[in-house]
């Protein structure tokens, strides 16, 4: 079975710089990874999805990249609605059923 | 506009069972996906399982036997049944619409079993 590993745990980012969050499949996803974010007491958000498609509204500050087993998220330009909790999830073995753990952006 | 509108809060004592509902509106019911994922308290995201377009189910292997998953296309509205609860299914259930990945969500459910 396909594991996902996030990391790190927790990133710190001051408003306005960089986030490279990454993601790495324990065996070969091609490029079928999406990526969601989640606020506190809200339910998740696509944000990303075929590694690279941004999801209808994801604003282009948010841009995804990776094949195979490793995966990067990059929010250019941190905005402060940004900061959230961000997963990413298999979508090359069906049914998709694995996320990996996640990645907290907080401010630094 | 796509929604998923889900049912209230449940509080449920050990061994009962529970019934969540997703009511889906704006978009045509019968030709999507359903999943069902939950999240305990300060936890990730698990996926629990799917009802297909034709009303076939797939579960996660460590719920089988206790979930059942199925649909009414009358309402479209779909049910997650979650039976001889713990402690630990205590969690935020969250229906979400999609084949391999999820576009749109519920705002979930929170079922507490104590």
Known sequence: ?108 | HVQLVQSAAEVKKPGASVRVSCKASGYTFTTNYMHWVRQAPGQGLEWMGIINPSGGTGYAQKLKGRVTMTRDTSTSTVYMELSSLRSEDTAVYFCARGEDYFDFWGQGTLVTVS
């Open chain 1, 1 to 108: 079975e396909i594991a996902l590993t996030q990391s790190p745990a927790t990133l710190y980012v001051s408003p306005g710089e960089v986030a490279t969050l990454s993601c790495r499949a324990s065996q070969s996803i091609n490029n079928n990874l999406a990526w969601y974010q989640q606020k506190p007491g809200q339910a998740p958000r696509l944000v990303m999805y075929g590694a690279s498609t941004r999801a209808t509204g994801i604003p282009a500050r948010f841009s995804g990249s990776g094949s195979g087993t490793e995966f990067t998220l990059t929010i250019s330009s941190l905005q402060s609605e940004d900061f959230a909790v961000y997963y990413c999830q298999d979508h090359n073995n069906w049914p998709p059923k694995t996320f990996g753990q996640g990645t907290k952006v907080e401010v630094k």
